[in-house]
């Protein structure tokens, strides 16, 4: 990919760590969970899916997995970026917050720190998966295994969600978070979006494609967030197809997002507010280790208070200036740490050269 390619999916990973911050504050900060966010939950609808497809697009690299050694060295170092600087964040949560830690441990959420364990399992399963699959199977029969197994784990996925589910309480269940796996459908578009990503330029220069797109991604939302065609859908169809619909809108989230950012790619190479989504872009990891200690500052009155008026413009007016804040305050505590490449390493896998 060319260079200016990048700045644009840097500022797109910097909005998308934006969106994760914003709805963090929302109910965990102003911890106002009983009011009716409009804003929030069309965010809700493509924030998580965009962050796994970003994930699998950047680490997509065609013959990265050629045989057992470069697989190997690939899950060692993502096991020392995701997994080691996660653990040891999540013990001065604890100790920090004082919290249980079998809330760390044996839910699915993991307080807020599922997101790297996650994205630890959807590298093993994608690599290992590309490794052995790529061993009998070429081309389009590789690319269609690949999609069926991805919409295979999403059905395991949201099964484990359901209370009929055998493994429903089962600690296993809690511990490596299979509900969580219902994303890696996302991360596989992703790397395969990477993949063939000339095609998917062209695709995005149609003027008729992207008119779709943005009907399309307005008609769900009404769908969704309306409660008279919400109640509509799950009365006259199912919960699942409710579901369905959701990851459908993951998708059409997904697509005008990313038409929006390579459309716009010159300002955000230029524009101060691009340059800053492109920093805090690379900045993702650290971020999000550190802002879940951070957000978890009483400010319940501000909750109160939006719950009463219940105006989008004053949640977006409150909850931008706040997350604003914590991603400062995270930033700077980086780059502190930054300072030492033995701590960066550590807390945040930092190629050390």
């Not at 959807?122 to 009998?136: C, E, H, K």
Request: glycine share 8%; charged share 15%.
């Amino acid at each position: 990919m060319k260079n200016q390619r990048i700045g644009y999916i840097d500022a797109m990973r910097g909005f998308t760590m934006f969106l994760v911050i914003y709805h963090h504050v929302l109910f965990s900060t102003f911890e106002a969970g009983g009011a009716t966010w409009s804003i929030s939950n069309i965010f809700l609808t493509f924030r998580m899916p965009l962050f796994f497809f970003l994930s699998g697009f950047l680490m997509y690299k065609a013959g990265r997995f050629k045989d057992a050694g470069s697989l190997f060295t690939f899950l060692r170092k993502k096991a020392m970026v995701q997994l080691l600087p996660t653990l040891i964040f999540s013990l001065l949560y604890v100790i920090i917050l004082t919290v249980s830690y079998k809330s760390l441990l044996f839910d699915k959420a993991k307080s807020g720190y599922w997101f790297t364990y996650t994205l630890f399992f959807y590298f093993l399963i994608y690599s290992a998966g590309d490794f052995f699959i790529g061993r009998v199977a070429h081309g389009k029969v590789k690319i269609l295994i690949g999609a069926v197994t991805s919409c295979l784990i999403y059905a395991f996925a949201k099964f484990s969600l359901s209370p009929s589910c055998p493994w429903f309480d089962n600690p296993v269940n809690g511990i490596i978070g299979f509900a969580n796996f219902q994303y890696f459908l996302f991360f596989y578009a992703g790397a395969l979006a990477r993949s063939c990503f000339g095609r998917i330029e062209r695709f995005l220069q149609d003027e008729k494609v992207l008119t779709g797109i943005i009907v399309g991604f307005v008609l769900i939302q009404l769908a969704l967030q309306l409660p008279q065609s919400r109640g509509f859908i799950i009365e006259k169809g199912s919960y699942s197809a409710y579901s369905l619909l959701k990851t459908v809108s993951g998708f059409f989230g997904i697509a005008t997002v990313f038409a929006f950012f390579r459309k716009n790619e010159v300002a955000v190479q230029h524009s101060r507010t691009g340059r800053f989504l492109q920093y805090i872009g690379t900045r993702t990891l650290d971020i999000y280790l550190i802002h879940l200690i951070l957000i978890h500052t009483d400010m319940r009155f501000v909750g109160d208070f939006l719950s009463r008026n219940g105006s989008f413009i004053c949640e977006l007016l409150c909850g931008v200036s706040v997350s604003m804040v914590i991603i400062g305050l995270c930033l700077l505590i980086s780059s502190v740490i930054r300072c030492s490449d033995t701590l960066a390493k550590l807390l945040f896998g930092k190629v050390v050269k």
